[in-house]
Protein backbone atom coordinates (compact mmCIF):
# COMPACT_ATOMS: atom_id res chain seq x y z
CA UNK A 1 0.00 0.00 0.00
CA UNK A 2 1.46 3.35 -0.57
CA UNK A 3 1.68 5.71 1.97
CA UNK A 4 -1.06 8.37 1.33
CA UNK A 5 -3.78 5.31 0.91
CA UNK A 6 -2.62 4.40 5.00
CA UNK A 7 -3.23 7.87 5.86
CA UNK A 8 -6.77 7.66 4.22
CA UNK A 9 -8.03 5.54 7.95
CA UNK A 10 -8.33 8.48 10.40
CA UNK A 11 -9.63 7.63 13.45
CA UNK A 12 -12.65 10.23 13.24
CA UNK A 13 -13.54 7.97 10.23
CA UNK A 14 -13.41 5.28 11.91
CA UNK A 15 -15.86 5.91 14.90
CA UNK A 16 -20.17 5.91 14.48
CA UNK A 17 -21.57 8.59 16.28
CA UNK A 18 -24.56 7.31 17.48
CA UNK A 19 -28.30 9.10 18.81
CA UNK A 20 -29.02 13.14 18.24
CA UNK A 21 -25.51 13.05 17.10
CA UNK A 22 -25.67 10.76 14.46
CA UNK A 23 -28.72 12.71 12.84
CA UNK A 24 -27.03 15.96 13.46
CA UNK A 25 -24.14 14.93 11.83
CA UNK A 26 -26.32 13.10 8.85
CA UNK A 27 -28.55 16.22 8.77
CA UNK A 28 -25.14 18.35 8.21
CA UNK A 29 -23.95 16.19 5.52
CA UNK A 30 -26.65 16.06 3.30
CA UNK A 31 -26.64 20.12 3.65
CA UNK A 32 -23.01 19.73 2.87
CA UNK A 33 -23.48 17.23 -0.76
CA UNK A 34 -26.01 19.68 -1.60
CA UNK A 35 -23.83 22.15 -1.43
CA UNK A 36 -21.53 20.60 -3.35
CA UNK A 37 -24.01 19.62 -5.57
CA UNK A 38 -25.01 23.15 -6.78
CA UNK A 39 -21.38 24.37 -6.77
CA UNK A 40 -20.06 21.78 -9.33
CA UNK A 41 -21.91 19.02 -10.85
CA UNK A 42 -20.82 15.11 -10.76
CA UNK A 43 -19.37 14.18 -14.10
CA UNK A 44 -22.44 12.45 -16.06
CA UNK A 45 -22.61 8.88 -17.05
CA UNK A 46 -19.56 7.72 -14.57
CA UNK A 47 -21.00 5.52 -12.06
CA UNK A 48 -19.09 6.15 -8.79
CA UNK A 49 -17.76 3.62 -6.92
CA UNK A 50 -18.83 2.48 -3.60
CA UNK A 51 -15.39 3.65 -1.97
CA UNK A 52 -13.20 5.92 -3.30
CA UNK A 53 -9.78 6.23 -1.43
CA UNK A 54 -8.90 10.06 -0.36
CA UNK A 55 -5.74 11.86 -1.92
CA UNK A 56 -3.62 12.63 1.11
CA UNK A 57 -1.33 15.52 -0.94
CA UNK A 58 1.92 16.88 1.62
CA UNK A 59 1.44 20.11 2.83
CA UNK A 60 4.23 22.69 2.10
CA UNK A 61 6.06 24.28 5.20
CA UNK A 62 6.83 27.00 2.59
CA UNK A 63 3.39 27.82 1.91
CA UNK A 64 0.51 28.01 4.76
CA UNK A 65 -2.87 27.22 3.29
CA UNK A 66 -5.66 29.40 4.60
CA UNK A 67 -8.40 28.10 6.74
CA UNK A 68 -10.75 28.22 4.27
CA UNK A 69 -9.21 26.35 1.71
CA UNK A 70 -8.77 23.59 4.01
CA UNK A 71 -9.76 19.90 1.95
CA UNK A 72 -13.52 18.98 2.66
CA UNK A 73 -12.37 16.09 4.79
CA UNK A 74 -11.06 17.85 7.48
CA UNK A 75 -13.83 20.46 7.20
CA UNK A 76 -16.12 17.32 8.03
CA UNK A 77 -13.54 15.68 10.67
CA UNK A 78 -13.72 18.97 12.37
CA UNK A 79 -17.40 19.77 11.95
CA UNK A 80 -17.71 15.61 13.64
CA UNK A 81 -15.18 16.88 16.43
CA UNK A 82 -17.15 20.13 16.90
CA UNK A 83 -20.76 18.45 16.96
CA UNK A 84 -19.22 15.61 19.38
CA UNK A 85 -17.79 18.32 21.91
CA UNK A 86 -21.56 20.62 21.92
CA UNK A 87 -23.11 17.25 22.58
CA UNK A 88 -20.56 16.69 25.29
CA UNK A 89 -21.28 20.12 26.65
CA UNK A 90 -24.55 19.66 26.80
CA UNK A 91 -24.66 16.37 28.69
CA UNK A 92 -22.28 17.56 31.20
CA UNK A 93 -24.39 20.58 31.77
CA UNK A 94 -27.60 17.98 32.04
CA UNK A 95 -25.55 15.57 34.70
CA UNK A 96 -24.61 18.68 36.59
CA UNK A 97 -27.86 19.45 37.57
CA UNK A 98 -28.91 16.01 37.90
CA UNK A 99 -26.04 15.73 40.47
CA UNK A 100 -26.89 19.02 42.24
CA UNK A 101 -30.76 17.65 42.48
CA UNK A 102 -29.35 14.54 43.79
CA UNK A 103 -27.13 16.58 46.52
CA UNK A 104 -30.39 18.71 47.13
CA UNK A 105 -32.01 15.30 48.06
CA UNK A 106 -29.35 13.46 49.97
CA UNK A 107 -29.30 16.30 51.84
CA UNK A 108 -32.55 16.30 52.40
CA UNK A 109 -32.65 12.96 53.60
CA UNK A 110 -29.75 13.25 55.73
CA UNK A 111 -31.63 15.93 57.83
CA UNK A 112 -34.61 14.18 58.13
CA UNK A 113 -32.77 11.03 59.37
CA UNK A 114 -30.46 12.76 62.05
CA UNK A 115 -33.66 14.46 63.40
CA UNK A 116 -35.05 11.07 63.60
CA UNK A 117 -31.91 10.01 65.53
CA UNK A 118 -32.10 12.69 67.86
CA UNK A 119 -35.61 11.82 68.75
CA UNK A 120 -34.88 8.13 69.30
CA UNK A 121 -31.76 9.47 71.51
CA UNK A 122 -34.12 11.63 73.46
CA UNK A 123 -36.69 9.34 73.95
CA UNK A 124 -33.59 6.71 75.29
CA UNK A 125 -32.21 9.33 77.44
CA UNK A 126 -35.98 9.95 79.00
CA UNK A 127 -36.44 6.06 79.41
CA UNK A 128 -33.31 6.06 81.04
CA UNK A 129 -33.91 8.81 83.47
CA UNK A 130 -36.97 7.20 84.13
CA UNK A 131 -35.65 3.58 85.10
CA UNK A 132 -32.79 5.57 87.14
CA UNK A 133 -35.70 7.19 89.24
CA UNK A 134 -37.77 3.79 89.58
CA UNK A 135 -34.29 2.28 90.96
CA UNK A 136 -33.66 4.69 93.47
CA UNK A 137 -37.69 4.64 94.64
CA UNK A 138 -37.22 0.89 94.89
CA UNK A 139 -34.29 1.63 97.24
CA UNK A 140 -35.63 3.54 98.96
CA UNK A 141 -38.60 1.06 99.73
CA UNK A 142 -36.19 -1.31 100.16
CA UNK A 143 -34.04 0.30 102.66
CA UNK A 144 -35.90 -0.16 105.79
CA UNK A 145 -35.98 -3.83 104.81
CA UNK A 146 -31.80 -4.34 105.08
CA UNK A 147 -31.80 -2.19 108.94
CA UNK A 148 -31.33 -4.43 111.67
CA UNK A 149 -34.21 -3.69 113.77
CA UNK A 150 -33.27 -2.24 117.24
Known amino acids: MSDPALKTQTPAAARQPSGPLQDWLATLSRIDAADQARAAPRRPAEASPAWEPRIVVPSEPAAPEAPAAAPVAEQDDLAALMAENMM ?9 GRYDELQA ?7 ALR ?29 PLFQPRR
Open 105 to 111: MLADELR
Open 88 to 96: LKARLRQEH
Open 115 to 143: THVQQEVDRAEELRAERDLWMARAEALAQ
